[in-house]
Every structure is written in C-alpha cells, then in structure tokens.
C-alpha cells in the first residue's frame, strides 16, 4: 500500500472475518524530497542523464506534499524540470506518470496542460 504525504501512519492489517491481509507499506511523506529534486535538477543542468529511479521519484514527488495546495505547487515544479529534460522519450514518460499520480489532485483544465507539454516551448513556465 502506497501512502500520499498526508498519511502518516495506517492499519499493516486488514481483517475480515477469518481472513487477515497483511499488506506492505510504503509511506511517500518520508521520501527526501527536496534532496531528489536537487539531485534530479543538477542532473538535468549537466546534461547528464537520468536513472530509471530518478525519473519515477520526479513522478511520486507531488505526492509527497501534504495537501491539495502543497501538491500542485511540486508539481507544477516537476513539470517545469521535466521541460528540461533532454531525452524525448524520457519527457513522455515523467510526464505521461505524473498524468496517472496526480489524477486524485488535479483538476482536467491542469491535466491537459500538462498533456500538452509533448509539444512544449523550453522557455515556458506552467500555471497550475
């Protein structure tokens, strides 16, 4: 079970009658997030290119914040990044992910802002 950043702690445990799901946690909110950024912006300043890791912690990174608000302002962070990011194929695929992560946060004016960032202009930013 993946946990947003406005989860902090929750149930390991679902029971019903004689059945027990024990699930596996994973808690968004301790994500270093201001540390990946960085390192993922540093990374695209060089030119130099992004890990499989790196590419989906710049998709799950909204949902590290709490709240709506707090949410929709990484994320606007993210899709300005990912603008930079050198590789075609690896743009589409961050933004393509954060399509899928944010549905829960954003509105459909901002989903297709960020579906028309396949045809983007580098010296743009975003509104959201």
């Known amino acids: 079970m993946i946990y947003t950043g406005d989860v902090e702690q929750a149930e390991d445990t679902f029971r019903m009658g004689c059945m027990a799901l024990h699930m596996e946690q994973a808690f968004i909110r301790s994500l270093p997030a201001e540390g990946i950024y960085r390192s993922v912006r540093q990374k695209i300043e060089h030119d130099e290119n992004l890990t499989e890791q790196e590419l989906m912690q710049l998709i799950v990174l909204p949902l590290a914040e709490k709240g709506k608000i707090g949410k929709r302002e990484q994320l606007k962070q993210i899709i300005d990044l990912a603008k930079r990011i050198g ?20 509105d459909r004016a901002d989903a297709e802002i960020i579906r028309g960032e396949n045809h983007y202009d580098k010296g743009r930013t975003v509104d959201i």
Not at 88 to 102: H, I, T
């Open 87 to 106: 590789d075609e194929q690896e743009q589409k695929f961050v933004f393509a992910g954060l399509l899928v992560a944010s549905d829960k946060f954003i």
